[in-house]
C-alpha cells in the first residue's frame, strides 16, 4: 500500500520558519514527482510547491517562492518543504503528494499536516 504521512507541522510566529517532512512508503520513490498542497478554512485547496523525481526540476506558487524551499532525499524515501518568514495567510493544513513522471494528476495523498501562524 502507498503511505504518505507528513510531519512538522505546529504554531508559528509570523516571520517564523517550519520544515515539514513527507515519508512515503510502498512505491518507488524516485520515479514520482512529489508536490506539497494547503488548505486554509473555507477556502479550495491551493498547489505550494512541486519537485521532480531526480530533483532537477521544481516548481513554486508564486505565493511562496522565494520563502519557501522544496527538495527530497530519495535514500529516505522523503520529501521537505522548508518554509521562511511564515505570514498569517500560509496558515492552512499542509498535503504531500506524489505522481507518476508521466501522470497528469496526483495519484497518492497524505492525511495533512496543520500549519497555523499567529500575528
Known amino acids: 500500500q502507498v503511505q504518505l504521512v507528513e510531519s512538522g507541522g505546529g504554531l508559528v510566529q509570523a516571520g517564523g520558519s517550519l520544515r515539514l517532512s513527507c515519508a512515503a512508503s510502498g512505491l518507488t520513490f524516485s520515479t514520482y514527482v512529489m508536490g506539497w498542497f494547503r488548505q486554509a478554512p473555507g477556502k479550495e485547496r491551493e498547489f505550494v510547491a512541486s519537485?521532480?523525481?531526480?530533483?532537477?526540476?521544481?516548481n513554486y506558487a508564486d505565493s511562496v517562492r522565494g520563502r519557501f524551499t522544496i527538495s527530497r532525499d530519495n535514500a529516505k524515501n522523503t520529501a521537505y518543504l522548508q518554509m521562511n518568514s511564515l505570514k498569517p495567510d500560509d496558515a492552512a493544513v499542509y498535503y504531500c503528494?506524489?505522481?507518476?513522471?508521466?501522470?497528469?494528476?496526483?495519484?497518492?495523498w497524505g492525511q495533512g499536516t496543520q500549519v497555523t501562524v499567529s500575528s
Open positions: 519537485v521532480s523525481g531526480s530533483g532537477d526540476r521544481i
Open positions: 503528494a506524489a505522481r507518476g513522471q508521466f501522470a497528469l494528476r496526483y495519484n497518492y
